[in-house]
């Protein structure tokens, strides 16, 4: 019976002393039974990650059933041989498969197994929206409407109401809200007056209780509105004295 010497070298993971063990001349690697072998543990250690043999040496799949995932993750005390043995590769193959020059792995890295379905290219990184730009946008479209008549249930260019005015601003970005200021008053969250940006809506009780008029803020205590009395979209001030003593509140729909 005879026994090959990387065999026993997997078994002990050291290599055969060569200063002490004499080996068949006509097969270097080939042993046979009842040779006895000193093992230099002092002079040759071989790493435990990453100890692989041979590398083409064909294994059979023990523990995984099932078809192979694209990757492996290395865990503590993994090897190549292990590794391969598990997936039912070669440790020849694995290394093709990730460029690797020699045998040292490392816990954590993720090693492609051969044979797997490719992996899915990465998706595209898209860059987040910037809520300032959109809402930048927002008013320059809502100040591009400045002088549009108004119209009583009116929700578009020809004419609009104060809801119908500010729904129409607000859809041109995707933005759906209701056709009234009543509705309105539940959209967003609710702001304090203090704590205004551009964009916020702003609400007033004018010819009846709660919320009876909108207005688009567009900062520096001005808001732009449909305005009934002057018959067109225009600009006002939060500290006009009329509006200053009906506003009851304001609520932010762009975060």
Request: aromatic share 10%.
């Amino acid at each position: 019976m005879t026994k090959k010497l990387h065999i026993v070298v997997r078994r002990w993971q050291f290599l055969p002393d060569r200063r002490t063990n004499r080996r068949p001349e006509r097969s270097p690697t080939r042993l046979l039974a009842g040779i006895s072998l000193a093992l230099a543990a002092a002079f040759y250690p071989l790493p435990q990650i990453g100890l692989s043999p041979v590398d083409n040496f064909p294994v059979t799949r023990t523990a995984y059933a099932g078809p192979a995932p694209a990757t492996y993750t290395i865990k503590p005390g993994d090897t190549l041989w292990g590794i391969a043995r598990r997936y039912g590769t070669t440790v020849g193959a694995l290394k093709a498969a990730n460029g690797l020059k020699g045998d040292l792995i490392f816990p954590g890295q993720v090693l492609r197994l051969p044979g797997a379905a490719p992996l899915p290219p990465r998706p595209p990184v898209s860059q987040p929206s910037r809520a300032g730009d959109r809402v930048q946008e927002i008013l320059r479209y809502a100040e591009s409407l400045l002088g549009v008549p108004y119209r009583w249930s009116g929700n578009t260019p020809t004419g609009f109401d104060c809801s119908g005015y500010v729904r129409h601003v607000f859809g041109k970005f995707g933005i759906n809200l209701p056709h009234s200021s009543y509705a309105q008053f539940t959209c967003g969250t609710p702001v304090a007056r203090e704590a205004l940006r551009p964009g916020d809506l702003v609400f007033f009780s004018t010819y009846g209780p709660g919320a009876t008029h909108v207005g688009i803020y567009c900062g520096s205590g001005r808001f732009l509105h449909a305005s009934s009395a002057a018959g067109s979209v225009r600009w006002q001030s939060l500290d006009d004295a009329y509006y200053k003593a009906r506003y009851i509140g304001a609520r932010r729909i762009v975060p």
